[in-house]
T-cell receptor, first 113, second 114 residues
Framework: KAGVTQTPRYLIKTRGQQVTLSCSPI?????VSWYQQTPGQGLQFLFEYFSETQRNKGNFPGRFSGRQFSNSRSEMNVSTLELGDSALYLC????????????FGPGTRLTVL | AQSVSQHNHHVILSEAASLELGCNYSYGGTVNLFWYVQYPGQHLQLLLKYFSGDPLVKGIKGFEAEFIKSKFSFNLRKPSVQWSDTAEYFCAVGRGGSQGNLIFGKGTKLSVKP
């Protein structure tokens, strides 16, 4: 079974720009969560999507948003990029909503200059 | 707010030494507990998990963890580490139900000297 895939793997943007990251969950998994990983803050939860609806949200500003499509694929968007948004963005999928057993993708490394 | 604490930021061991990494969490309800490992240049992989039942759980690559409810702890152990265990280890807690997300500890870097 193919794992969680994320595209692109690397991105370089400048301050003020916006970016869209994509995630394809494991086949049959219906829940997708996003996390931000930085050396200082570690892994922090961004949001969780199930059945095309955001079910749970972490403590991030409104510049961070996401969506989920009917095939469970998900995208996250960050608008008006700031230097502090430089991080590894991880997508994780699980079978159902509320299922904590999550499988992680390789991440998208975002660098904001 | 719920939090997860990992006591050691960086642990350095020689091969064949025993390993114990501490993890404590601050939630009084039912929890699901996980240890993930991130090898250099690779993505997070599930090492082991605890949902219910026997508090001593065994995972991949000879790792095990013990859930002690009274201490809110879920420590990771391995009797004899190898150089290939060099990685960063993350403890994570989930509440299940409507809360599918995980709360992660800050991670512990393990360096094993050959």
């Amino acid at each position: 079974k193919a794992g969680v895939t994320q595209t692109p793997r690397y991105l370089i943007k400048t301050r003020g720009q916006q970016v869209t990251l994509s995630c394809s969950p494991i086949s049959g998994h219906r829940s997708v969560s996003w996390y931000q990983q930085t050396p200082g803050q570690g892994l922090q939860f961004l949001f969780e999507y199930f059945s095309e609806t955001q079910r749970n949200k972490g403590n991030f500003p409104g510049r961070f948003s996401g969506r989920q499509f009917s095939n469970s694929r998900s995208e996250m968007n960050v608008s008006t990029l700031e230097l502090g948004d430089s991080a590894l963005y991880l997508c994780a999928s699980s079978l159902d909503r509320g299922n904590n057993e999550q499988f992680f993708g390789p991440g998208t490394r975002l660098t904001v200059l | 707010a719920q939090s997860v604490s990992q006591h050691n930021h960086h642990v350095i061991l020689s091969e064949a030494a025993s390993l114990e990494l501490g993890c404590n969490y601050s939630y009084g309800g039912t929890v699901n507990l996980f240890w993930y490992v991130q090898y250099p240049g690779q993505h997070l992989q599930l090492l082991l998990k605890y949902f219910s039942g026997d508090p001593l759980v065994k995972g991949i690559k000879g790792f095990e963890a013990e859930f002690i409810k009274s201490k809110f702890s879920f420590n990771l152990r391995k009797p004899s580490v190898q150089w290939s265990d060099t990685a960063e280890y993350f403890c994570a807690v989930g509440r299940g139900g409507s809360q599918g997300n995980l709360i992660f500890g800050k991670g512990t870097k393990l360096s094993v000297k050959p």
